[in-house]
């Protein structure tokens, strides 16, 4: 059998969709593209890295390998990381999200309410994405991100109940933002943080670009720009479950998901748990201001 007929029919275009894992590191030095997650147990992984190795050398045998070039490392407990569990919340936040909308989604008695609930379907793919970006550390990408989000759910907030096809038309996100304050009081404040990254406002993107005795440098990414992405896919998570509640609120309790007050409490454990780890305090507290404690 041909090897392609063995893949996903996704896979088998000539230009596939590839999924979002993102992989820590590779073994694409020694010539083989293994990926490896953070996720991934330690006795795995070195069964993994054996097995390639075995490969390489031609080898038949991957006890042959482990015994001679993996006998003195031991199987260490897996690390608990800030960033790995916040990946894993956001994870299990956009799954719950999907149900919440799977369920009401044939409810919708106009066609606002249609496009409302088709939007929230799309907010669910953006939020990952967004995720995926935070992961890289990539600040401004996911600003661009979460700002299109915020819009998104402003628009559907706003069209949601409007049986006449021309309102629908007409609406437009950018103009939609009072639907999402009076669910979300912050979240003017938030659209304007976002807005000033996505614009690349002066004070914005000296983040990014610096100058010391005439040599410019540009940073891609760093450790804290991770931080501060995570903070803001958290922000959003907030922001969607506030909406989904006031949109729906029955929908939680029929597919099974936490209170809105245990998931805002959640979320909020996670937040300060990013703060303990983070550089630039200022920065992060700046974002983590812009969270509606209230609801």
């Known amino acids: 059998m041909n090897r392609k007929e063995n893949l996903p029919r996704a896979l088998r275009s000539p230009l596939p969709i590839f999924t979002t894992d993102l992989f820590e590191y590779s073994l694409a030095d020694q010539g083989i593209n293994i990926g490896f997650g953070a996720g991934i147990p330690p006795r795995l992984e070195k ?58 989604a044939d409810k919708a008695d106009s066609l606002g ?22 992961n890289v550390g990539a600040l401004f990408e996911t600003c661009v991100l979460a700002r299109m989000i915020l819009e998104q759910l402003s628009w559907g907030i706003s069209v949601d109940g409007i ?43 000296t983040k990014s670009i610096f100058s010391d005795g005439g040599k410019w440098t540009v940073l891609k990414a760093n450790s804290d720009s991770k931080a501060q992405s995570l903070l803001l896919v958290l922000l ?30 959640h979320t909020l454990e996670h937040v300060d748990a990013l703060m303990t780890i983070v550089r630039d305090r200022d920065e992060a507290a700046g974002i983590v201001s812009l969270f509606n404690r209230g609801s």
């Not at 097995?51 to 031991?74: H, M, P, Q, W």
């Not at 996100?173 to 009081?185: D, F, N, T, V």
């Not at 909406?243 to 998931?263: C, F, N």
């Open 47 to 104: 069964k993994v890295k054996a097995a390639a190795i075995t490969y390489k050398l031609g080898n038949k045998s991957v006890d042959y390998v482990l015994k001679n070039y993996f006998r003195d490392e031991a199987d260490e407990d897996m690390e608990e990381r800030a960033d790995v569990e916040v990946n894993k919340y956001v994870e299990m936040s956009a799954a719950v999200f999907e149900d919440i909308v799977s369920n009401i």
């Open 113 to 134: 309410s249609i496009l409302c609930e088709m939007t929230l379907v799309r907010i669910c793919y953006s939020l990952k994405v967004a995720l995926f970006t935070a």
């Open 163 to 205: 049986a006449e096809e021309q309102s629908v038309v007409t609406k437009r996100a950018q103009g939609s933002l009072s639907s999402l304050r009076k669910i979300y009081p912050t979240a003017g404040r938030i659209y304007g943080y976002l807005s000033n990254h996505a614009h690349w406002s002066y004070p914005e993107h």
């Open 236 to 265: 959003v998570v907030d922001v969607i479950d506030a909406v989904l509640e006031s949109l729906r609120p029955d929908a939680r309790s029929h597919v099974g998901s936490p209170s809105k007050a245990m998931s805002k409490k």
